[in-house]
Nanobody, 116 residues
Framework: QVQLVESGGGLVQPGGSLRLSCAAS????????IGWFRQAPGKEREGVSC????????YYADSVKGRFTISRDHRKNTVYLQMNSLEVEDTAVYLC?????????WGQGTQVTVSS
């Protein structure tokens, strides 16, 4: 069964850190471009970061550049999103996406709440 499962979300104070995980089963993440997206209440889904399949290049939205880091763990078939210096504006459901050609998979999302 093909599945993506995000985890690692939670409640954190401003300035804190979280590491989100996106674990795959039924397929190998190495062969896919992986993106992290987020959706806050009343807002459209936005791309946060991605890592390319071909060369491992990474990209970040301007709003998270310098604070978030995306990485792969090949052995665990997992992609991570390390989030530092979290801000209230980072509060959202975070989802990962795996894409290769016409094939695309989404996880169910994990809630991140940044609040004092």
């Amino acid at each position: 069964q093909v599945q993506l499962v995000e985890s690692g979300g939670g409640l954190v104070q401003p300035g804190g850190s979280l590491r989100l995980s996106c674990a795959a089963s039924g397929f190998t993440l190495d062969y896919y471009a992986i993106g992290w997206f987020r959706q806050a209440p009343g807002k459209e889904r936005e791309g946060v970061s991605c890592i390319r399949r071909s060369n491992g290049n990474t990209y970040y939205a301007d709003s998270v550049k310098g604070r978030f880091t995306i990485s792969r763990d090949h052995r665990k078939n997992t992609v991570y999103l390390q989030m530092n210096s979290l801000e209230v504006e980072d509060t959202a459901v975070y989802l990962c996406n795996a894409r290769r050609g016409a094939a695309t998979y989404w996880g169910q999302g994990t809630q991140v709440t940044v609040s004092s």
